[in-house]
Nanobody, 122 residues
């Protein structure tokens, strides 16, 4: 199971850190990713990280502002979001896939957390 947390309301330019805690199974070698979905829009890729933390991938819209990281001791992944913009407002989901690919397509991810709301006010 994946448990996402850390969302909230923040002003534009502010920061939030999301956490995704994994439990109940071994996610060793899995790729962990963050997606987001705004009202009326499709779920979109935000960032992904390999289990080792050595490989990362970001959507162009968040490059330079968001950082994904991993703590394998705590079995938790993080998404540090800085310089937030109103267009970052969405429900953020963490997901995992077993094939080691830092892919963009949410349909290729095997496990999903419940989502956490991020709202950025202007």
């Amino acid at each position: 199971q994946l448990q996402a947390s850390g969302g909230g309301l923040v002003q534009a330019g502010g920061s939030l850190r999301l956490s995704c805690a994994a439990s109940g199974r071994t996610f060793g070698s899995y790729v962990m990713a963050w997606f987001r979905q705004a009202p009326g829009k499709e779920r979109e890729f935000v960032a992904a990280i390999s289990w080792s933390g050595l490989r990362t991938r970001y959507a162009d819209s968040v490059k330079g502002r968001f950082t994904v990281s991993t703590d394998n001791v705590k079995n938790t992944r993080y998404l540090q979001m800085n310089s937030l913009k109103p267009e970052d407002t969405a429900v953020y989901y963490c997901a995992a896939r077993a094939d080691g690919t830092l892919g963009l397509d949410p349909r290729r991810y095997d496990y999903w957390g419940q989502g956490t709301q991020v709202t950025v006010s202007s």
